[in-house]
């Protein structure tokens, strides 16, 4: 039987693996220039074309019945009650543990001692456990640690995660590493020590340190890592070097390395996107060039089955879908709309507040 997560950590920290030697890792290194700092989550352009045929359903116009109460981040419209903001290069000493409605600092976690400090973050949708990165890019190594919070928000562990340690250096672009659904595997989008660095993505079992390496073809870098509901599959977003048509959507099969493109259509720009609750659809936020739509696509048909079309006038600098349980919330800056069936409620988020991970 396979241990959860939480006997990893216990296991990990009676080991002493909460701690890193000084010596074993190097100062950091500048990062790389092609490293962006772009939406929350986001897939992207995409190859099988829409039947003329798909059934579109088109909520227009859209009822907002009066404004919901500002929050300080989109995880509290999911249910969330702890954000970790921190975690980005070139590498935050300390993550902060926030409430998730207020902005309130509940706890401060320190990177482990010698460390590079936590370079990604990412939630096991439970709100307690995560996991942070740290890197060593002398030695071409990222490190992984497994963090779960008491229920007041304090850390109650925070160890490395045995065997789960890989060769490579950092990744391009945000939503490097995602949990799967449970938290006994990851994702990990890094870059190839040596010669033409190309991507790998890696899922790693965080009990047994068992993964699966699928390499991505040279000069196509990815990001905006995100599961399914099933922990098999994964969605994330694909930029071609060079080719300026903007990001592409590909799906992941974690059993096999299998990837598939998808398409929904020419005349609309990728904004965002995840799983639906249903894990049969993906949500997918577009801009048709005069407002944000929010696209239902079918994993099993290839087509959207849905459009629900968001107040205009929206710039889209940042964006983020957020799905928990049966809610689905739409970032477009700092405006939050909440569906629910026909019905949008529009609030705006307190001073923008962080994406943060929860």
């Not at 304090?154 to 799967?180: F, Q």
Request: proline share 8%.
């Amino acid at each position: 039987m396979t241990p959860p997560f939480e006997d990893v950590l216990r296991s990990a920290l009676s080991e002493g693996a909460d701690t890193v030697e000084p010596r074993s890792l190097r100062p950091l290194a500048e990062p790389s220039s092609r490293r962006r700092r772009v939406r929350v989550v986001s897939l992207g352009g995409l190859v099988v074309a829409v039947a003329a045929a798909v059934v579109l359903v088109v909520l227009a116009p859209w009822s907002q019945e009066g404004d919901a109460p500002q929050r300080f981040s989109l995880a509290s419209y999911m249910g969330a009650e702890y954000v970790l903001d921190g975690a980005w290069p070139p590498g935050g000493m300390a993550v902060n543990v926030r409430k998730a409605d207020t902005g309130e600092l509940v706890a401060e976690v320190a990177a482990p001692p010698g460390s590079s400090g936590f370079r990604d973050s990412a939630g096991a949708g439970d709100n307690r456990t995560f996991v942070l990165t740290t890197a060593d890019p002398g030695a071409c190594r990222i490190r992984f640690h497994g963090l779960t919070l008491k229920a007041d928000g304090t850390p109650a562990a925070l160890a490395e995660l045995p065997r789960t340690a890989l060769r490579g250096r950092l990744g391009e672009g945000p939503g490097l590493l995602a949990v799967a659904p449970g938290g006994r595997r990851f994702a990990y989008v890094s870059q190839t020590c040596g010669g033409q660095p190309h991507n790998v993505i890696t899922v790693i079992d965080s009990s047994t340190g068992d993964r699966r390496v699928v390499d991505l073809p040279p000069k196509v870098w990815a990001d905006s890592l995100g599961w399914a509901p099933d922990a098999r599959h994964l969605v994330f977003e694909s930029v071609t070097e060079g080719v300026s048509d903007g990001p592409e959507l590909r799906i992941l099969d974690s059993a096999n390395g299998d990837i598939r493109p998808v398409s929904f259509g020419s005349g609309t720009r990728l904004r965002s996107a995840a799983y639906a609750p249903d894990g049969a659809h993906v949500l997918v936020l577009v801009h048709d060039g005069r407002s944000h739509q929010l696209l239902w696509y079918s994993m099993d048909t290839g087509t959207v089955t849905r459009r629900v079309r968001l107040p205009p006038g929206e710039s889209g600098a940042s964006t983020g879908v957020g799905v928990a349980g049966g809610k689905v919330a739409v970032m477009v800056d700092e405006t939050v709309h909440l569906i629910d069936g026909t019905k949008i409620e529009t609030s705006r988020l307190v001073g923008g507040g962080p994406p943060g991970t929860w």
